[in-house]
């Protein structure tokens, strides 16, 4: 007998594990916060819209008889990560993350790694620079407190309302993103800093290793301690865990 299995998605990884679950014995429903305009179809049935916190999410659990929650949603989402741990040790449904690894420093990386955004426009300095902020559109406005710099904002949706500053210039574009088409972008717009989020994955990784090569600085914010649930780093080890859950004779919350 299969399991119902909720996925908190919005990442690569969340909709890969869909398609690898779709058409098995599972019955699995697929979540996304609704924060894209134009989402990706995808291979399993979706539900739109946030839960009402923790404790909404530990009702839906329940009511909708989920037998497992995965955690599949950015790495930088930590209030759903944080609700999906509460909800979990509310209803003793069991439940895991499926995270990407952050990137790793390699020889020749110019990075500045800090906590959290506001540190990042710190760490531009007072110098004017020529910025490619990659951190997507919702908190794209925090920059608005450094307006010597001139900026280049790359989201997949617009930023609105467009941001109070004198030079600022925006690219609406979904990933993958290749390391060639990056170097092509940073030398066409003269970039001498990046600001990123360590998202971990190769899909936007191009912009760090164009980075890398032509020597320019990134300033890259870290992601926070994770919520606690236990955490496999690809599908494929998802699926190995969800078998686990699965297998007979198994009490549900073990």
């Not at 741990?85 to 990386?109: H, N, V």
């Not at 690809?234 to 297998?247: C, P």
């Amino acid at each position: 007998m299969g399991l119902h299995i909720l996925i908190l998605g919005g990442t690569t990884e969340a909709r890969a594990l869909a398609g690898a679950l779709a058409g098995t014995r599972h019955d699995v429903v697929l979540s996304l916060a609704g924060r894209t305009r134009a989402p990706m179809a995808q291979p399993v049935p979706t539900r739109i819209g946030g839960f009402g916190g923790a404790d909404g999410l530990a009702h839906t659990l329940r009511t909708e008889g989920f037998d497992l929650l995965i955690d599949a949603t950015h790495p930088f989402a930590t209030r759903i990560s944080d609700n999906a741990a509460k909800a979990s040790l509310e209803t003793g449904i069991p439940a895991f993350a499926l995270r990407r690894p952050s990137w790793q420093r390699q020889p020749g990386d110019l990075w500045t790694c800090v906590d959290h955004v506001h540190a990042a426009v710190a760490a531009l300095g007072a110098s004017p620079r020529r910025v490619l902020l990659a951190i997507g559109r919702q908190e794209a406005a925090v920059f608005e407190a450094a307006p010597q710099h001139a900026y280049l904002v790359r989201s997949v949706d617009p930023v609105e309302p467009p941001l109070a500053l004198p030079d600022v210039g925006y690219i609406l574009a979904t990933g993958p993103f290749d390391e060639a088409d990056e170097h092509a972008l940073l030398v066409e717009h003269r970039i001498d800093c990046i600001v990123a989020k360590n998202s971990g994955g190769s899909a936007t990784y191009g912009k760090i290793a164009a980075a890398r090569a032509l020597q320019i600085p990134v300033i890259l914010i870290e992601r926070a301690a994770e919520a606690g649930l236990p955490t496999v780093a690809t599908v494929e080890e998802a699926l190995v865990r969800i078998d686990h859950v699965a297998a007979p004779g198994r009490k549900r919350g073990v």
